[in-house]
């Protein structure tokens, strides 16, 4: 029976070590004055920033194959964000002439010309409760903007390109309704003067007709653009790869027939950016290096599109004295979350490191040279989440330094150029440290 009793006493006394608290590992079995410890540090200086401008073409560098990479998506639409202002997207680009391309016979009557679309990988606004229809002008490039290069190697277009559309040149009005089965849906009459030119060139092809080649075509045909009308409410991403085409239907020798006209010259395809942010918080940033401060208008954005960051100064590594060790650090950021929210939450984060001038320097990297990401968890409110970031081996690296300096990072949402994702952070950022100390 002793026995018993003994080995109760043992296994209550092995329960009671195993405690969860991490501060008190073992303390009530060996009073040797060793803890884990934690100590949580505000960062400095919460802010938003904006981009002055950043690229929104995908270059004309070539790819491994040789070929000019084609964009996945644009972006099209408008949309008034409370906090951020009003933010509108129009896409441009060029469509080419088919591989081998059939010419019509001279019998041949052409029934109509068309221009559809597809949904691409995003959708920004009400798209449930209450959408409303979003109509769109195509219009005729007169020109194409310069092409800006970058260290003389890739060639970009950038979200402060202008649009140089003609007023008068209007090919057609695109409408639909935001849900997937309409846009994938939707198509646009080309207007009818326009559709039977260039239906007649393709019969009666002169010596030096602009259907010889890509390059004659695109001297003749700059591009296109979509314009968002002013009562627009969403922001949409169109599949550019083979699903943004012009196509004509005719009738040859009774027999249907079509040709279609598809997106491939990519480095002609860009967005233009445009946010009006006067009747926002956010209305004094008018340049790169203007800041407004958390402190000052309860929050801190960071969106694609828009350019908009999240920025702060990480704090020095805590004082920890003689036999400590730094186990785990942590960032945690506190965002605003709605689960029914008309724009999308990113599924990570980024940081990059920012100088003075609020110029992005490049990711924060641990030593391994891995990107410092944040993820996000649900910390139990309704309303709230966090994105945790991992910063234990960028601290482990600063404490074996002598000279350690406060480092300014930004927030920037994956896809900042092609996605309005947004996080809107609401209180300071802390960084968590985890600690143990042996005496």
């Not at 070929?67 to 972006?75: F, G, H, K, N, T």
């Not at 099209?76 to 509108?88: D, F, L, M, Q």
């Not at 929050?299 to 590594?317: D, E, M, V």
């Not at 990297?365 to 649900?378: A, K, R």
């Amino acid at each position: 029976m002793n026995r018993i009793y003994l080995c109760i006493a043992g296994i209550l006394i092995m329960i009671y070590a195993c405690s969860n608290n991490l501060e008190t590992i073992g303390q009530d079995i060996v009073d040797n004055n060793n803890y884990i410890g934690t100590e949580d540090v505000q960062v400095l200086n919460t802010a938003t920033f904006r981009l002055d401008s950043f690229p929104t073409s995908s270059g004309i560098t070539l790819n491994s194959s040789g070929q000019l990479p084609v964009a996945s998506d644009i972006i099209v639409g408008k949309y008034n964000e409370p906090h951020g202002g009003i933010t509108t997207a129009v896409p441009c680009f060029q469509l080419s002439i088919p591989s081998a391309m059939e010419t019509p016979s001279y019998n041949s009557a052409l029934d109509s010309a068309v221009f559809c679309i597809r949904l691409g990988n995003g959708i920004w606004g009400d798209t449930i409760y209450s959408p409303t229809i979003q109509t769109f002008d195509i219009y005729r490039l007169k020109e194409v903007p310069e092409i800006i290069y970058d260290l003389g190697t890739n060639g970009y277009f950038y979200n402060v390109s202008p649009v140089n559309y003609d007023e008068n040149a209007r090919i057609g009005v695109l409408s639909f309704l935001p849900r997937r089965e309409y846009i994938n849906r939707a198509w646009a009459r080309i207007d009818d003067e326009l559709a039977q030119a260039m239906f007649y060139e393709m019969k009666f092809q002169s010596e030096h007709s602009y259907y010889e080649n890509n390059y004659a075509f695109f001297q003749f045909f700059k591009g296109l653009a979509l314009i968002p009308r002013e009562e627009n409410n969403c922001l949409i991403a169109l599949n550019a790869t083979d699903s943004l085409f012009m196509q004509f239907f005719y009738h040859d020798n009774g027999t249907a027939r079509n040709i279609k006209f598809n997106v491939s010259r990519s480095e002609y395809m860009y967005n233009q950016y445009l946010t009006d942010r006067t009747n926002s918080p956010l209305a004094s940033l008018n340049t790169q290096q203007d800041e407004i401060y958390l402190r000052d208008v309860n929050f801190a954005l960071a969106q694609g599109l828009s350019g908009y960051l999240t920025k702060f100064t990480l704090p020095s590594p805590i004082g920890m004295t003689q036999y400590s060790t730094l186990l785990k650090v942590q960032l945690e950021v506190r965002v605003e979350y709605f689960f029914r929210n008309a724009i999308s939450y990113p599924s990570q984060l980024y940081l990059y490191r920012i100088n003075d001038k609020n110029d992005l320097l490049g990711q924060l990297q641990n030593s391994s040279s891995s990107s410092v990401t944040g993820v996000p968890e649900d910390m139990g409110g309704e309303n709230e989440r966090y994105y945790i970031f991992d910063l234990t081996e960028y601290y482990q690296n600063l404490i074996d330094e002598v000279n350690t300096v406060q480092q300014d990072v930004a927030i920037v949402l994956p896809g900042t150029t092609s996605s309005y994702d947004y996080v809107i952070v609401k209180e300071e950022p802390i960084v968590r440290f985890y600690y143990a100390k042996y005496k």
